[in-house]
C-alpha cells in the first residue's frame, strides 16, 4: 500500500467549506473497522454541491467528500468481511457526516457495506452508484404499493435522464410498465427510448403551477425533482396511486394541498436511500442484478478522473450531465 494517497477533502477556509486535493495516510483516516481500497466513487447532484462549496453538505470539517464507493476489503477487525472481499457503500452519511469515497483508500464501519453482486464490476457498480440503487429502492416501494401493473397506465419518471431518472426508466420498462419520461432536454429523447421510455413529457409541462385537481394520468411516479413538479405529479395520479419521491433537484419545498391524498387517496412515499436497512438495500442491489440490461447500464454512465471533479461538479449543478459519472480515484 502507498504511504500517501490523494483525497479530495473539504476544508474550512475562512469560515466557509472550500474542496481541494490533498495528500492523506492511513493513519489520518477514521478508526473504523473494515479498510476499503476504493476503485471508484460517482457523481451525485449532492457531490456537485460539496465539491463546488455551493452547498454547505459537510457538517463537520475536514471532510473527505464522495457519498459512495465501491473497492475491496483489505483489512478487517469484522467477522462479517474479510481481505479480498468486493464491496459498495452508499449513503450513510458519507461526505456528510462520515469521510466518503473521493480517496484511494477508507476506513469504513462493517454495517455500512454491501457486498458487490457478482455479475458488476466495481466500475459498473458505481456506474449504478447511490442514484441507481435509489431508483431501485422507488421500483420496489411502488411495486409493494401495488397500483402499477405491466401494461397498464404511464408511469412517470422525472428528471428521467439524470442518474436516478436513467435507472428509474431502464427498471420499470423491464417490468414491463409503461414510462414517460420527463426531460427538458429533447435531445435526451433516443437516449431514454433506447431505455425503454415510450413517451415523454416537457418538464416545463410539470413546472407550471395548477390546480389541486388534475386529470388523472400516471398509476405512480418517481420524482427527483420535488417542488412544483412533485405538487403537479400528484396531482395528476390515479386515484389510489403513488408517487416515490427520493430528490430535490428542483426545490425542497412541497407548495401543494391535501387534496389529491384525501379525495383521491394518493400516497406520496417518500425514499430514503441512505440509512435504508440492510435488507432494502439487499433487495434493491438484487433487482438491479437482475434486471438492469448490461447494454444499458453501458449507455448510462462515462468515467472520468478523479482530477476533473471541480469542473464536472459545475456541470452537473448546472444540468449538463447525462446519465451517471463514475469517477476513477486512481486518476
Known sequence: MADTF?????????????GGFKPLSLSDLPDHDVLVEVAYSTLNYKDGLAVSGKGRIARKLPMVAGIDLAGTVVESRS?????????????????????GGYSRFQRVKPEWLTRLPDVFSAEEAMGIGTAGYTAALCVDALEDWGTIQPGGKEVLVTGAAGGVGSVAVALLAKAGYPVTASTGRPETHEYLSGLGA??????????????????????????SVGGITLVNALSQTVWGGAIAACGLAGSADLPGTVLPHI?????????????????????????????????????????????????????????????????????
Open 198 to 223: 415510450t413517451g415523454f413529457i416537457d418538464r416545463a409541462a410539470l413546472q407550471e403551477k395548477g390546480p389541486p385537481l388534475q386529470k388523472e394520468r400516471w398509476a405512480g411516479g418517481v420524482d
Open 79 to 99: 467477522a462479517d468481511w474479510k481481505a479480498g472481499d468486493k464491496v459498495i457503500v452508499n449513503g450513510w452519511g458519507l461526505s456528510e457526516t462520515q469521510w
Open 263 to 331: 379525495l383521491r387517496s394518493v400516497t406520496l412515499i417518500g425514499v430514503d436511500s441512505v440509512a435504508a436497512p440492510a435488507a432494502r438495500r439487499e433487495r434493491a442491489w438484487a433487482r438491479l442484478a437482475r434486471d438492469l440490461d448490461k447494454d444499458h447500464l453501458k449507455a448510462m454512465y462515462t468515467v472520468e478522473p478523479m482530477s476533473k471533479l471541480p469542473e464536472l461538479a459545475g456541470q452537473i449543478l448546472a444540468g449538463r450531465v447525462r446519465g451517471r459519472v463514475v469517477i476513477d480515484v486512481t486518476a
Open 6 to 18: 490523494t483525497a479530495f477533502v473539504i476544508d474550512d477556509v475562512d469560515g466557509k467549506p472550500k
